[in-house]
């Protein structure tokens, strides 16, 4: 089976890699495709995983997958949310939103959050699809952890699974925990049971 990824987060990719081409399913990078400029819109994750994935599966005529994933923060009121990845602007880096997350919560005892993933994957000539959602609870240190692994807020969130930060967690450690890998193992189980 062919499957388009339909991310250009190179860091999300090799997570989704790592499982599911375990199942001798061949994944196409998305810059391997009929490349969209897809707009995410919707105000769920699995909204704009949904739009992705059936955008690509219908432009380039191949099952595709797509993720949409973020953080929670419960004293932001679930921001950064479905903006985790624009949460200080439009062209916003990681450490861009790692900042003004710190500085929203300057002083503020409740640093509970989560993580959230939610997979689609589209069929180009079929309305079925696949769909799974994984998630996992922590909270947020007061400053960025030493440790250069992961991207985006991993920096700043600490596991209690883990004991550590995501930051310094190994690929295989994060994987084993993490909201994605908990939604792309859903998946998999999934698709073995379709083959």
């Known amino acids: 089976m062919k499957?388009?990824?339909?991310?250009?987060?190179?860091?999300?990719?090799?997570?989704?890699?790592?499982?599911?081409?375990?199942?001798?399913?061949?994944?196409?990078?998305?810059e391997q495709t009929v490349f969209i400029d897809v707009i995410e819109d919707a105000d769920t994750f699995a909204g704009n995983a949904q739009i992705?994935?059936?955008?690509?599966?219908?432009?380039?005529?191949?099952?595709?997958?797509?993720?949409?994933?973020?953080?929670c923060v419960d004293a932001l009121n679930g921001a950064p949310?479905?903006?985790?990845?624009?949460?200080?602007?439009e062209s916003a880096t990681d450490?861009?939103?790692?900042?003004?997350?710190?500085?929203?919560l300057k002083n503020n005892p409740n640093r509970s959050a989560h993580f959230v993933c939610a997979l689609h994957l589209?069929?180009?000539?079929?309305?079925?699809?696949?769909?799974?959602q994984g998630?996992?609870?922590?909270?947020?240190?007061?400053?960025?952890?030493?440790?250069?692994?992961?991207?985006?807020?991993?920096?700043l969130f600490f596991c209690p699974e883990l004991d550590k930060a995501f930051a310094d967690a190994t690929a295989e450690e994060k994987s084993s925990i993490s909201h994605r890998g908990r939604a792309l193992r859903q998946l998999a189980n999934q698709l073995k049971m379709k083959s």
């Open 122 to 132: 589209a069929w180009p000539d079929s309305d079925k699809a696949l769909k799974a």
């Open 3 to 30: 499957l388009i990824v339909a991310s250009n987060n190179a860091k999300k990719r090799k997570e989704i890699a790592a499982i599911l081409g375990l199942l001798g399913i061949e994944l196409i990078d998305a």
């Open 95 to 104: 450490a861009d939103n790692n900042r003004k997350l710190l500085a929203e």
């Open 52 to 71: 992705k994935a059936e955008a690509f599966a219908r432009v380039n005529n191949c099952p595709a997958i797509a993720d949409d994933s973020g953080l």
């Open 135 to 155: 998630s996992i609870a922590g909270h947020m240190l007061e400053q960025p952890s030493s440790g250069n692994s992961g991207f985006g807020y991993d920096p």
């Open 81 to 89: 949310g479905v903006y985790s990845a624009r949460f200080a602007g």
